[in-house]
């Protein structure tokens, strides 16, 4: 599909620090918001969060270390999108009324945030401008949803054409008249590519889903994909969130894997699933991209390894004369450095480990029931890779202090991991209640009993064993898990 480039790599990148500071005009009237928060996405798909608090004369900094060039959003009522790059500074003054009208964006007769010096700050002061003139009503945004619904994949490949051709039309505009730097016109050529892109490529997925069809039914002109043969793999002046929006959506295109082939690899092999898969993610990979895009795919792919505790799978995976990029390869060191020291610690002694030996011929509820006499049992169903189960944990800590002195249990299952993945997990997390790991026989067991789909999965047991909710309320949902809780003890 695509033809192979000369590697640039990541090499040219650097490593440095960016200060992010200013003033909040007219804080005295507003003092009840005192955070911004800055939000960057880097190529990896990984969403970095900073806050800096505003001091009591309106004044705020924080320090940011970035790797190469790229756009983020500051949030403070609305979001602002900025540009910055390694060792650049910013000063910025945001004007707090904007809290008295939210949709003005111009409070007091201008943007209500203002570069008013730093590095970047005549890139930053068109970057805010170009986006707020974007002529964006008729095109998209305001009614996306609609427009990927109800048009076909030719209408819709001709109408994200025709907005890129707008957009571009005022773009040319927009330099002339403001006569831009090279740096701005960089940011918005990279910005409006990749948008129509990544758009490109979402559409046959949120069409099956909007109009709730299977995915596998949208049949795509044979060259829906033609526009990749414009992307080049060597790319590596990454410079806005639509960018990286993009690599993840390709990442997932270039992976995609035959439907059988999974089981195939595992008969010839005898592999576990994780090796077989990444057998074959390989092998996509190396087909589908090039260049500087496969080390970041590879990099990507062996970072989901060790973030999900698979320290051995990534061993036996991982290949060297396919990341020779020095960037990539301290990255994926320092991670699993700290995954090694995170597994480390098993100090489980604050919770209460339970063993349900049992074969597959036991009736696991009933096991579970007998366990928990006469209390009402909220189960979490969850694994220490899902993340969205580790974000839930916090929450299941205030549900389980607010009902700390009634007979309520909190069983948490965990799927699909090891015993050291599981231990570590509860013991750096300090989580509370009662834990089982599974078996996969036990797992499969309960996805039917429960008709579990993904994970998190949560349900209620009541005091005679029964399930009460078989999909219940999620740790998050405060008040409707309370709710359902307390109709369980009456």
């Known amino acids: 599909m695509f033809s192979s480039f000369t590697t640039k790599g990541a090499e040219a990148w650097k490593k440095d620090s960016v200060v992010i500071a200013g003033r909040v005009l007219n804080f005295h009237k507003h003092p009840e918001h005192k955070t911004i928060q800055f939000t960057f996405r880097d190529l990896l798909a ?7 608090t505003i001091k009591e004369d309106g004044t705020f900094q924080t320090n940011v270390v970035l790797y190469y060039p790229q756009d983020f959003y500051l949030d403070f009522v609305s979001l602002t999108t900025l540009f910055c790059s390694p060792g650049d500074s910013l000063y910025l003054e945001i004007d707090a009324d904007i809290w008295k009208e939210q949709n003005l964006l111009k409070p007091n007769g201008k943007y209500f945030v203002q570069v008013k010096d730093g590095s970047t700050a005549k890139t930053n002061q068109n970057v805010i401008k ?15 949803q609609n427009v990927v619904q109800s048009k076909s994949a030719e209408e819709y490949t001709q109408f994200i054409s025709q907005r890129e051709k707008e957009y571009r039309k005022f773009l040319k505009k927009f330099n002339k008249a403001n006569k831009t730097d090279q740096l701005f016109q960089k940011w918005a050529d990279d910005r409006l590519k990749y948008e129509s892109w990544n758009d490109l490529m979402r559409y046959p997925r949120n069409h099956a889903s909007y109009n709730q069809i299977p995915s596998n039914s949208l049949q795509l002109p044979y060259n829906y994909f033609a526009f990749l043969k414009q992307y080049d793999m060597n790319d590596n002046e990454m410079m806005s969130i639509a960018n990286a929006d993009f690599l993840h959506e390709f990442f997932m295109y270039a992976n995609r894997t035959p439907k059988d082939s999974l089981e195939k690899v595992n008969k010839a092999f005898k ?11 390989k092998n996509m990979l190396i087909q589908n991209s090039a260049g500087f895009t496969r080390q970041l795919f590879f990099t990507k792919s062996y970072l989901d390894l060790i973030k999900g505790h698979q320290l051995t799978e990534y061993d036996l995976l991982y290949d060297s004369t396919i990341i020779t990029d020095s960037h990539f390869n301290d990255l994926l060191s320092l991670e699993k450095e700290k995954v090694q020291e995170y597994l480390a610690n098993k100090n489980t002694l604050s919770v209460n480990l339970i063993n349900l030996e049992s074969d597959i011929t036991v009736d696991l509820m009933q096991l579970i029931s007998s366990k928990f006499k006469n209390k009402v049992i909220y189960i979490d169903f969850w694994g220490p890779w899902c993340s969205p189960c580790m974000k839930e944990m916090p929450y299941s800590k205030k549900v389980q202090q607010y009902f700390k002195d009634e007979e309520v249990v909190f069983l948490f299952l965990a799927v699909k991991t090891n015993e050291n993945s599981w231990k570590a997990t509860i013991a750096n997390e300090k ?5 089982v790991i599974l078996t996969n026989d036990q797992v499969n067991l309960l996805a ?5 789909v993904g994970y998190p999965h949560y349900a209620l047991i009541d005091k005679k064993g029964n399930i009460a909710l078989g999909n219940a309320p999620n740790p998050s949902s405060n008040e409707s898990l309370i709710k359902e809780i307390e109709q369980l003890l009456k």
Do not use: C, W
């Open 448 to 452: 039917a009993k429960f008709d579990i």
């Open 130 to 144: 170009f986006l707020n003139e974007l002529p964006d009503e008729e095109y998209i945004h305001m009614d996306a």
């Open 46 to 52: 990984v969403k970095k969060q900073y806050v800096a």
């Open 431 to 435: 989580l509370t209640g009662e834990h």
């Open 271 to 281: 592999l576990n699933n994780i090796i077989a898969g990444g057998a074959i993610l």
